[in-house]
C-alpha cells in the first residue's frame, strides 16, 4: 500500500479519477440522506471531538492536494472546521 503518493500517482483518466476524489473525501450529496445533508450543512462538525475535527480537517486536506478544480464546498468545509476548533478551545 503505498501512503505517500506523489500528485502524479493520482489517475488520470476522468472516470478514475473521479473514484479516486471521492475515496479520499466524497462531497455529501445532500439529497441522498439526512445525513448527507448534515454534512453538506455543516451540522455533523456540532458532535465532533476536537480530535475527530482536526482528522477531518486532514481528510479535506488529502483531497485538494489531488483536486485539480475542487468544488467550493471543500473550501466551505476548512472554514466550518476550523471555526468549530476555536470554539471548542
Known amino acids: ?3 505517500a503518493w506523489k500528485r502524479t500517482c493520482a489517475p488520470q483518466s476522468r472516470p478514475d479519477r473521479s473514484w479516486f476524489l471521492d475515496q479520499l473525501y466524497a462531497v ?3 439529497l441522498r440522506n ?3 445533508r448534515q454534512r453538506f450543512c455543516q451540522e455533523d462538525l456540532v458532535d465532533m471531538t476536537p480530535d475527530e ?3 477531518e480537517r486532514r481528510r479535506v486536506e488529502g483531497r485538494l492536494i ?3 478544480a475542487p468544488p467550493s464546498w471543500l473550501g466551505q468545509r476548512l472554514e466550518a472546521i476550523d471555526q468549530r476548533l476555536r ?3
Open 1 to 3: 500500500m503505498c501512503y
Open 28 to 30: 455529501p450529496d445532500w
Open 34 to 36: 439526512d445525513e448527507e
Open 53 to 55: 475535527l482536526r482528522l
Open 66 to 68: 489531488y483536486d485539480d
Open 87 to 89: 470554539d471548542v478551545a
